[in-house]
């Protein structure tokens, strides 16, 4: 059983920047891939970026294409999402979801474990 705890949400203006982080429990980390998810409210639960095992591999909506970054750390077994220019519309609640899954293209259902999410509001 995996155990994942976000931080570093928070409430940001338009333009600015926020570093998302996710630690998890498990000591194997480096065998699962790594995600974050988002949901805004009203609306369903959507990818943001993936990270393969290894890090090497990364993942991206399109709309984070170019503001976001998804990155790991094995040993502090901990993945993060840098996260540049926001906009109004980034405001969602974050989530980082872990699978023993490889394929980077994993659909949601895959994720096998998931945190509780962090909030992030970016004020315009």
């Known amino acids: 059983q995996v155990q994942l705890a976000e931080s570093g949400g928070g409430l940001v203006q338009a333009g600015g920047s926020l570093t998302l982080s996710c630690a998890a429990s498990e000591h194997t980390f480096s065998s699962y891939m790594m995600a974050w998810f988002r949901q805004a409210p009203g609306k369903e639960r959507e990818f943001v970026a993936a990270?393969?095992?290894?890090?090497?591999?990364?993942s991206y909506t399109d709309s984070a294409k170019g503001r976001f970054t998804i990155s790991r750390d094995n040993a502090k077994k901990t993945v993060y999402l840098h996260m540049n220019s926001l906009k109004p519309e980034d405001t969602a609640v974050y989530y980082c979801?872990?699978?023993?899954?490889?394929?980077?293209?994993?659909?949601?259902?895959?994720?096998?474990?998931w945190g509780q999410g962090t909030q992030v509001t970016v004020s315009s």
């Open positions: 979801a872990a699978t023993i899954q490889a394929a980077l293209g994993t659909p949601e259902s895959g994720y096998n474990y």
């Open positions: 990270i393969s095992r290894s890090g090497n591999v990364r």
